[in-house]
């Protein structure tokens, strides 16, 4: 390996643009090549990031100057073609969700401990600044004794959004709906900031579009901390709300709009009450968002392979939001 490491990507969708203009954005990573299945929109994207085109994702894997893989493939591929990149002494950064199921989810951690590479699922939400410095107030107990930790994502997604590339909404490819696919950054933030949950109860259903997996969803949780909370999530919502995480306790709380805060009372006192307007929303658009937080998880790996500081999210990290959310389905 030389002073960067060299990417390949996986997948040419939506998502992959976004790892590409991180990957780009780094002074110690290199983008060098992409695979996809349909090898005339793998060269189209090498044209466009002035990479190399690769005809199978073998191929790929086999040259010995890629160093890691970003997978953006749907969901349903992610476990197999993480699992195939360990195998191939490349590291990895992964798509969300890591798995749709948590048994592979587990392939994939046994195969990243026999390997000996990193992987990385992406949490970028994570990396905020403000959700780390709400995470940290947490811990001080700034908000006395958490009451809530409330979950809310309600989104809209028009029907040709589940048209589009025909794997959208099935149960076999995306896993889920509007908690595995929509919702899966939101679950992770909750747990990341007031950790593991027991289901009390859920409800999923399939309200409005037609698709296989659900566009409605409720579960009430209780946290190790003794705090109580709900999640909401859905793609029914028209025109579409921001994601919000609700922290309420005895001295104080914290309302997060997307990442950044709009409201925060610390110790009983207002430090934010209205907070900035969300410049950039996926509420009704997937594609509304900016690859900093992308970049600043794709760094950190970077970093790590370096040996210039820890890796802060690895793959039993991934699994935390998709055991929770088979949790949830297995209610129905």
């Known amino acids: 390996m030389t002073n960067k490491l060299k ?6 969708g939506m998502i992959a643009n976004f790892h590409a203009e991180a990957i780009k954005s780094l002074e110690n990573a290199e983008l060098f090549g992409v695979a996809d299945n349909d090898f005339g929109r793998a060269q189209s994207f090498a044209e466009k990031y002035s990479i190399n085109a690769y005809k199978t994702y073998e191929d790929m894997l086999a040259d010995s100057q890629i160093d890691a893989v970003c997978i953006c493939t749907p969901s349903f591929f992610h476990a197999q073609n993480a699992i195939d990149a360990l195998r191939a002494n490349k590291h990895v950064v992964l798509e969300k969700p890591m798995a749709i199921t948590v048994e592979d989810a587990n392939r994939i951690i046994a195969e990243c401990k026999t390997s000996g590479k990193l992987l990385t699922v992406i949490c970028q939400l994570r990396f905020s600044e403000d959700m780390q410095k709400l995470k940290q107030l947490i811990a001080e107990d700034a908000f006395g004794k958490i009451a809530f930790c409330d979950l809310y994502m309600k989104y809209w997604r028009d029907p040709s959004y589940y048209a589009n590339g025909g794997w959208k909404g099935t149960k076999k490819f995306d896993g889920g709906g509007a908690l595995m696919n929509q919702g899966i950054h ?12 027991k289901l009390l109860k859920a409800k999923t259903k399939t309200h409005l579009h037609n698709i296989e997996v659900e566009d409605l969803a409720v579960a009430m949780l209780e946290f190790e901390s003794g705090a109580v909370g709900v999640i909401e999530a859905s793609t029914c919502v028209n025109p ?18 997307e990442d950044k805060f709009e409201k925060l009372v610390v110790r009983g006192e207002t430090i934010i009450d209205g907070g900035e307007q969300t410049q950039v929303s996926t509420a009704s658009d997937p594609s509304a968002m900016s690859h900093r937080l992308h970049a ?4 950190n790996l970077v970093n790590a392979v370096m040996g210039k500081e820890e890796l802060l999210i690895d793959c039993n990290e991934g699994l935390r939001a998709v055991k929770l959310i088979e949790e949830i389905y297995k209610e129905i």
């Open 7 to 12: 990417f390949g990507i996986l997948g040419c």
């Open 186 to 197: 939101g679950v992770d933030a909750l747990l990341y900031l007031v950790g593991d949950a």
């Open 240 to 257: 579409g709300f921001d994601r919000k995480i609700e922290i309420l306790g005895s001295n104080g709380c914290a309302v997060l709009k």
């Open 296 to 299: 600043m998880q794709i760094n």
